[in-house]
């Protein structure tokens, strides 16, 4: 399996962008128990958690610092995952790394530990 992201770039505080992370070379056997997330680093930070979902879009988790700005969604016919952060701030600088996990979207948030990293795509937010 391989993710591509795709999205960033540099903004001014209060603007939007979206994020998009294509999966290639799930099986058509697994693409129903997958979840797809995305995690962030900044300068000097630890990778965080930033928003997961299910395969099947139903279930979704956000971290509290995202919550109401970020939202995350799927296409599922395509293996798409979707950022769209609006209200962006300084604060959510960093680089934006997709995750895919074959299993649940809870066990990917508390796990942080994926089957397959993106190559992550730089978001800069300017004041």
């Known amino acids: 399996v391989q993710l591509v992201e795709s999205g960033g770039g540099l903004v001014q505080s209060g603007d939007s962008l979206r994020l998009s992370c294509a999966a290639s070379?799930?099986?058509?056997?697994?693409?129903?128990?997958?979840?797809m997330g995305w995690f962030r680093q900044a300068p000097g930070k630890e990778r965080e958690f930033v928003a997961v979902?299910?395969?099947?879009?139903?279930?979704?988790y956000y971290d509290d610092s995202v919550k109401g700005r970020f939202t995350i969604s799927i296409d599922g016919a395509k293996n798409t995952a979707y950022l769209q952060m609006n209200s962006l701030n300084p604060e959510d600088t960093a680089v934006y790394y997709c995750?895919?996990?074959?299993?649940?979207?809870?066990?990917?948030?508390?796990?942080?530990?994926?089957?397959?990293w993106g190559q992550g795509t730089q978001v800069t937010v300017s004041s």
């Open positions: 995750a895919l996990l074959e299993g649940a979207a809870q066990r990917l948030r508390v796990t942080k530990a994926p089957d397959v």
């Open positions: 070379g799930l099986s058509s056997s697994s693409s129903s128990v997958y979840a």
């Open positions: 979902i299910s395969g099947s879009g139903i279930v979704k």
